[in-house]
């Protein structure tokens, strides 16, 4: 089964590449699934809540405040015009001058109390408005958590996707160096045995099943360049050397 086409390291390798790809995808699930990023968003959300429930109460307060100003103005203007008429001597029915005299008292007993009603309502939009500034801080103050996490997160992410890109390219570029019926046995072994289709035989043993070659079979491997079949686990498996050590230590750098 000596295979001179082909490095036989070059199965390992895109085992170790595989491998390091899946555990980087770990990862990135890991990282993604962010409790605190969730219930800070959420409690996000509760404060922003609040904040848009009394800016609308305060709003609501504010136009019934400038309907009332605007009322006031109207019968303002309604007094002047009323007593502008009294004096204007152009009444002369006594009835008709009570009337008018009668409209200005009732038109200023009007003024007076929204007047009062105003000044409440300023009050009270005083007191609004500081308690909008201190939930307003709070919002801020979340706000700039969620968006610390999350450029966090985002840093992670784009290290974690580099990476994984890195990986890709070298895994593209081992696949060309390996023949195609390698790689088909590769695929199939892969998906039959647990995602781990290739194994090291390192002082006669398996490095996947963890058990040893017994002797008859240990005897007969012997080549380094050959593709061996773990007799146990039924995987590819070559023997060990350095090299693959040293892709191990580039993989995991
Ligand atoms: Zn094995």
Redesign the pocket.
Known sequence: MADSRFNVTDLVELQMIENAISARLAEVEKVRDNKELISVEKEFAEVKEKFDEINRKYNDLESKRKKLEDTVEIQSEKIKSDEGKLFSGTITSSKELENYQEEIKMLKEGNLEMEDQILEIMIELEEMSEKIKAIQDEKDKVEAGVNRIKNEMNEKLEVLKNIVGGLKNRRDDVISRIPKDYLEKYKELKNKKGGIAV?V?KNDF??????QMPSVEAEKIDNADKVYR??????M?IIFRDEIDNIKKELES
Do not use: F, H, K, S
């Open positions: 194994a035989l398996c490095n996947v099943c963890n058990m773990c007799p146990i686990c039924g995987r498996a």
